[in-house]
């Protein structure tokens, strides 16, 4: 399995990339609402809980940084929609379906054929459980992949790192399915790409 290490919401850069050195794989997880105006936005919708700009700073920062090394990373909920801001995706601050995505609801997704996440959770759809009222209303035209869908309502629900070993974001939470089958799957193989990643340092 993995270990796994917290990393300090203020780090700087400099601390960042020392602490990568110690590091095979990044976990991005979810949190509070990602503040626009820091990457030349919008104003936040009066529905927004925004995160600490510092910690926002720190996401962005280390989400490069990890990807500059080719670093498996496995963004979720607040993770991904930082991914998807990385790569300038469009962003919806407050979902008008938010009731459908909210308080633990379950719903289906449904995986794109020959995607990471399909290899991993199978083609057919999966149920899900969801806390956000933000999303990607699409993965931009920079390169970033949308790779599944909610049935309910069509909100982007995965996006995946274009030519690259393991980079995957989910909108859902899996941790609060530990024992579904798509979450052990998930979490397993990120855990092998970080092995994978760790081999190929040491080797």
């Known amino acids: 399995g993995g270990v796994p290490i917290l990393i300090p919401g203020d780090a700087g850069s400099d601390e960042l990339a020392s602490l990568l050195d110690c590091l095979d794989g990044l976990l991005l997880t979810g949190g509070d609402d990602a503040d626009l105006r820091l990457l030349g936005g919008a104003d ?11 910690q ?3 996401v962005f920062s280390i989400f490069q940084q990890a990807t500059a ?11 991904m929609q930082i991914m998807g801001l990385a790569f300038k995706a469009p962003y ?7 009731q459908t995505h909210t308080c633990g609801q379950k719903h289906k997704v449904a995986p794109s054929a020959n995607s990471l996440l399909s290899s991993i959770c199978g083609d057919d759809a999966f149920e899900i459980m969801s806390y956000h009222h933000q ?3 699409s993965a931009g035209d920079q390169g970033l992949l949308a790779t599944a869908v909610a049935e ?7 996006v995946e790192l274009p030519d690259y070993p393991f980079g995957l974001g989910v909108q859902w ?10 979450t052990l799957a ?18």
């Open 69 to 79: 090394r080719r670093m498996p990373v496995f963004g979720i909920c607040l993770g």
């Open 152 to 158: 309910t309502d069509g909100t982007l629900e995965a």
């Open 92 to 98: 919806v601050q407050h979902l008008e379906t938010a």
């Open 135 to 137: 999303a990607l209303s």
């Open 44 to 54: 936040p919708a009066p529905e927004c809980k925004l995160m600490p700009p510092e």
């Open 56 to 58: 926002q700073a720190c």
């Open 186 to 203: 998930l979490f397993c193989r990120f855990v092998e790409a970080a092995a994978t990643f760790h081999g190929a340092k040491v080797s």
């Open 173 to 182: 939470h899996p941790e609060k399915t530990p024992d579904s089958p798509s």
